[in-house]
């Protein structure tokens, strides 16, 4: 598993960090260019072929952390773009792996391992 600092801000909405299993983090790493171009295609192809619009996607990763309480309020909100906290802080800087192995238990909890994803 890959952390990543995004550091994007689209209105009120952040994204400051996210975890990505290695191999898809190497293949957005090998990507030219990702812009709002690429997102506008996802939304569309998410949206026709399993009826999620993409920005429901942050609700539903939010939602799946917090299930079961396995990742921590702190954590989730860092996962979801908001740094308020000292604790917050803390867990991207200065504990990483102890965030991914929750973000790893938390998928789990619905039977997805995203440390074995294949691409």
Do not use: C, Q
């Amino acid at each position: 598993m890959t952390i990543i600092a995004i550091g994007w801000t689209r209105g009120n909405k952040k994204a400051l960090a996210t975890i990505l299993p290695t191999k898809y983090s190497e293949k957005l790493r090998a990507l030219p260019k990702f812009d709002y171009t690429d997102i506008a295609a996802i939304h569309k192809i998410m949206k026709r072929d399993v009826g999620i619009a993409y920005i429901a996607m942050r609700k539903i990763h939010y939602n799946v952390m917090r299930f079961r309480d396995t990742v921590s309020l702190d954590e989730a909100e860092v996962l979801a773009g908001r740094f308020k906290s000292v604790s917050a802080r803390y867990y991207v800087l200065h504990d990483p792996e102890k965030l991914t192995a929750k973000y790893v238990t938390a998928w789990m909890n619905f039977g997805i391992d995203v440390s074995a994803i294949s691409i």
